[in-house]
């Protein structure tokens, strides 16, 4: 039997994180990848700028099943990776982070009987209602390998009674992208001036008026003691679209490729997110960051004094989180997410377990 994985991938986080296991698979040689692009993701600046950027080669197969409600775009998903696992026949399918593109992938090959190999496995937020708390939950249970970011996540896995040697804690596949394209990013400051970046595209953010409401309400609060940047995904595009009040005086931006996103986050005074890979860029590029949300996953960065959570539904609590992120001294860096290798360690560990 060939050596082959099949790698699923769709959105915006998981083409950072597969560019980096690609790039290590590829070196340590032996493993063939058939890479899946689920669609899920679609324009320029949210899908094809990161192939180019990060190196990553041309999906072997794009399946083209973009937007929709969670039941249309999983189940549309669900019935093209089966067909595409029962063509690729390989050893094994590797899934990332907590997407319907990882749900999909996971069930299609729990369903086939193919071993999953989950990257970024043991995150939670304990919150049910958010779609991607029930992805990775699924994921992780159906998972033979759960590749694990940190201690907390093997953690969370072990309380859940999903032990060694099904677990791994192998590092955080996002840190190591973001050393390895930190030389690539341009030295010249990104504008003279301070500025504050924010990024909302979480559903429980845009898709309660009232809450992006209170957020852009913060954010133009902020911006009128200091500029606002806010690459907007097109999730919050949509609902904001025809009520230019709700973002006056914040500086829009389409989204941004990646290395021009570390620029912007390289070069901010405070980081504003409710992103799940922003939070840990931040303190990746030492710059403290407020989360726009009641809970984390990456808990360990607000235990260490480097990101502090806001109440999205309350613009009070999020302009004082940003005044206090804004005045407090930053905390010594710790080591929280590995060593750079995380990739290296999972490419190995697939080359040992396909041959
Ligand atoms: C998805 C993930 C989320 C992740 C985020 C990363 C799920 C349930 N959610 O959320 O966990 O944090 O990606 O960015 O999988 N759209 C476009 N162009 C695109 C992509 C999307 O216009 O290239 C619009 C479409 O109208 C689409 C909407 O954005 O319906 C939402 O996209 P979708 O992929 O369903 O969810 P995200 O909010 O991007
Ligand atoms: N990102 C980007 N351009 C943007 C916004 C985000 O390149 O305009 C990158 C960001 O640097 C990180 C990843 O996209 O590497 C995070 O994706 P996102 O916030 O969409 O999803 P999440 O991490 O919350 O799942």
Redesign the pocket.
């Known amino acids: 039997m060939p050596n082959r994985i099949l790698t699923i991938v769709g ?3 998981q083409f950072v994180k597969a560019a980096m296991v690609s790039r290590a698979l590829s070196a340590f040689g032996g493993v063939e990848e058939v890479l899946v692009h689920t669609g ?4 320029d600046n ?2 094809s700028v990161f192939f180019r950027e990060l190196g990553i080669r041309e999906p072997d197969l794009n399946l083209q099943i ?3 409600s ?1 039941g249309a ?1 999983t189940g549309q998903m669900l019935v093209a990776i089966e067909r595409a696992i029962v063509d690729a026949d390989p050893r094994a399918v590797l899934v990332y982070g ?4 990882t749900l999909a992938g996971a069930l299609a090959a729990a369903k086939l009987g193919v071993p999953l190999l989950h990257v970024e496995a043991g995150l939670r937020s304990f919150n049910r209602a958010m ?2 708390e029930v ?1 990775r939950v699924v994921a992780d249970t159906l998972a033979s390998v759960l590749y694990a970011p940190t201690s907390r996540a093997v953690e969370n896995l072990a309380a859940e009674g999903i032990l060694a040697p099904r677990v791994l804690e192998v590092g955080d596949v996002m840190y190591d992208a973001a050393l390895s394209f930190r030389e690539r990013v341009s030295p010249s400051r990104y504008i003279a001036a301070p500025y504050v970046l924010a990024t909302i ?3 429980e953010n845009t898709d309660d008026p009232s809450r992006l409401s209170a957020i852009l309400d913060a954010l133009r609060t902020i911006a009128r003691s200091c500029a606002v940047i806010l690459p907007l ?3 919050t595009r ?1 609902r904001i679209e025809g009520n230019p009040a709700l973002v006056e005086g914040i500086q829009i931006l389409k989204p941004v490729g990646y290395l021009e996103m570390l620029r912007l986050e390289r070069d901010a005074a405070v980081i504003l997110t409710d ?2 890979g922003v939070q840990k860029e931040a303190f990746f590029q030492g710059v403290p960051c407020v989360t726009i949300r009641r809970e984390t996953e990456w808990v360990e960065l607000v235990e260490a004094g480097w990101n502090r959570l806001a109440d999205p539904e309350r613009s009070d609590a999020i302009v004082s989180a940003y005044e206090g992120a804004l005045r407090d001294a930053l905390p010594a860096k710790i080591p929280l997410y590995g060593d750079g290798a995380a990739a290296q360690r999972v490419a190995g560990h697939i080359a040992g377990i396909s041959r």
């Open positions: 959105a915006r986080p899920q993701h679609y324009d949210m899908s973009g937007s929709g969670h775009q907590d997407t319907n593109s779609p991607e992805n595209h979480r559903a995904h097109p999730r949509a992103s799940g």
